[in-house]
């Protein structure tokens, strides 16, 4: 059974910086693109930032370009989300995601995209 555990948010106040994990277990990640998306109250789930399967292609939000980066670690099994300049509106509840099928998919910036979802960790950016 695929299980994704999303850790590293908290209260930081603006400007400061977080570091979120998503550990895998029940599938090894390597062959798979992986997304991070978050989700503010009232708001619909947006996309933030995505690393393809090879490691080799990153995409971002427009709104976290510059101070977002994501990387993964194959040999722990993890994908990481830096977050550097945090600021007030980046305030929402952060998951990793995994699709279901490895390699290419014309969908990875997309919600729609992922079949596989972690619980999510509250991510608090104070002004």
């Known amino acids: 059974q695929v299980q994704l555990v999303e850790s590293g948010g908290g209260l930081v106040q603006a400007g400061g910086s977080l570091r979120l994990s998503c550990a895998a277990s029940?599938?090894?990640?390597?062959?798979?693109?992986m997304g991070w998306f978050r989700q503010a109250p009232g708001k619909e789930r947006e996309f933030v930032a995505a690393?393809?399967?090879?490691?080799?292609?990153?995409n971002y939000a427009d709104s976290v370009k510059g101070r977002f980066t994501i990387s993964r670690d194959n040999a722990k099994n993890t994908v990481i989300l830096q977050m550097n300049s945090l600021k007030p509106e980046d305030t929402a509840v952060y998951y990793c995601?995994?699709?279901?099928?490895?390699?290419?998919?014309?969908?990875?910036?997309?919600?729609?995209?992922?079949?596989?979802w972690g619980q999510g960790t509250q991510v608090t950016v104070s002004s």
């Open positions: 995601a995994l699709p279901r099928r490895p390699g290419y998919s014309s969908r990875w910036l997309s919600p729609d995209g992922y079949d596989y």
């Open positions: 029940g599938r090894t990640l390597s062959p798979y693109n």
């Open positions: 690393v393809s399967w090879s490691g080799g292609s990153t």
